[in-house]
């Protein structure tokens, strides 16, 4: 009798123990390396708590940044996760045993406001284990760094910015799929799909949302369309090349820095990225984050091997 009363006591206690936390047996997806503001971090089970530097996010949790607030995350596949203000993002899934083994799995859902993310190991090999869902599109990477916003009807970007989802690329290539078919991203692109029973599209980038740096010709593309047949991407780009130079001479002729020196490749809201790659003697290189001068600390912080799924 003794007995079963103390292996009852320990269940309860164990069960407490997991009201709690709320992710006892959750998987580790990140850590936090930088918060400004106040930025709640739900847990899958409801607990909800206001995250801090060093903080652990696990698979399941939801983030929600307020208007004035933004945070950094280190993933565990060496991936970067940069939120704006006034954004929803909840990591559905996250699976890295260390090992691109096919097991590996990075899924995001983001309902509001927007992120950059630079990805790390996940997805490097196998693209289909990582990709963004949001109410319009779903993003796919190929090793990347972009950047995602959302336009909700609550948005105040609704006078300038038509309500869907909004994907830049600064370096590598995303998809954007729909019902409707799929548009693939290149750098200094950006897509934009209005639902999921709209095709995507490329679109000059919206200056309201991101900022640019003037890019040489050379760099603007046109759309690739995806109907089902990989052949469809090369037939799509060369028709849609003249189209994609007059979006890159737009962009060029409006890009402009705002009021807090946001640049394309150094800064994604309260956040900047130095770049700061250097493979002379065939290391992975570093990338350097930092808050940007309105915000600055002594919260720097150095990522090693970030740049490495780059192509």
Known sequence: MKNFIKALLSLITLLVLVSNSGSVYAAVAGRVQFVHGTVQLTTATGVTHAIRKGDVVNEGDTLI???????????????????????????????????????????????????????????????????????????????TDHEIFVVTPESSLTATAPIGTYNKVNMGETSMTTEKGTVFVLPNQMGFAGATDQMPHLQPINLNIFTVAAQPASQAGGDKHEGGKEGARDGSREAGKESGREGSREMRGTATTDKNEMRETATVDKIEVHETTTNKTGGEGATSLTPSTEHSGTNTIHTEGVTEPRH
């Open 65 to 143: 940044s307020t208007q004035t607030a933004s945070a950094q995350i280190r993933m565990e596949d060496g991936g970067i996760i940069a939120m704006r203000s006034d954004t929803k993002l909840k990591i559905d899934r996250f699976t890295f045993n260390g090992h691109q083994d096919g097991t590996e799995r990075s899924f995001f859902s983001l309902f509001k406001g927007g992120f950059r993310a630079i990805t790390g190991l996940i997805g490097k090999e196998n693209k289909v284990n990582y990709h963004i869902t949001t109410p319009a599109t779903t993003i796919g990477i190929r090793g």
